[in-house]
């Protein structure tokens, strides 16, 4: 069985999908271990109520690039992690990280990728901008990290209409729904290829 380390800076509703699909056993791995880059988060409640290990790994409080990628690499040796997966992380990953894990750290991004990816886009900065552009579909991506910002490659996606008077939080709402179907099916998924 697969061990998975998930990186979150949220309230964690995707590691809750992912937590979920565990219990059902739709998902075949273990979750060993939470990183995440702020105290106090709703994603740490998730982690202590279901006894998985959780760490603050915060780079602004860290002397620099090289003690964050160590840090990482410390509790990612420690939680004997085979797969990486960021729900709502909001921090670059260090190129090292994900050289030594390479294709085997998972995204996913509310919108249909490569549209709308990149530095910046991220929750409703990405629907705003879908909305201000006047486009019909918006939806959800998950792809393989690798150094540029959504740019690797993609393993599914869904599609979800922009409805006429939709705002931000109500398109918001209908992808993070479909966000949590997708995303456990194709870790699932990936898993079963390594």
């Known amino acids: 069985m697969k061990n998975i380390v998930v990186f979150a800076s949220g309230s964690g509703t995707n590691f809750q999908s992912i937590i979920d699909a565990v219990q059902r056993g739709e998902l075949t791995a273990r979750i060993t ?3 995440t880059n702020k105290a106090g988060i709703g994603a740490i409640e998730r982690a202590e109520k279901n006894g998985i290990a959780s760490a603050v790994i915060n ?3 860290l002397n620099s690039e090289k003690e964050f990628e160590e840090a990482l690499l410390k ?3 420690a939680w004997d992690a085979d797969l990486i997966i960021l729900a709502g992380y909001l921090k ?6 994900i050289k030594k894990y390479s294709n085997r750290i998972l995204n996913i991004h509310p919108s249909l990728l490569p549209k709308y990816g990149g530095k910046g886009f991220y929750g409703s900065n990405v629907h705003k901008a879908v909305i201000g552009a006047g486009e019909m579909e918006s939806g959800c991506t998950v792809h393989i990290v690798t150094e540029e910002f959504d740019e690797g490659p993609i393993l599914a996606q869904t599609k979800v209409p922009v409805n006429e008077n939709d705002t931000p939080e109500d398109l918001a709402k209908r992808i993070l729904k479909e966000e949590h179907l997708l995303y456990p099916k194709t870790i699932q998924k990936h898993i079963q290829n390594l």
């Open 92 to 97: 670059k990953i260090p190129s090292s990280v």
């Open 59 to 61: 780079p602004a409080e």
């Open 75 to 77: 509790h990612l040796k």
């Open 33 to 35: 271990g939470l990183i």
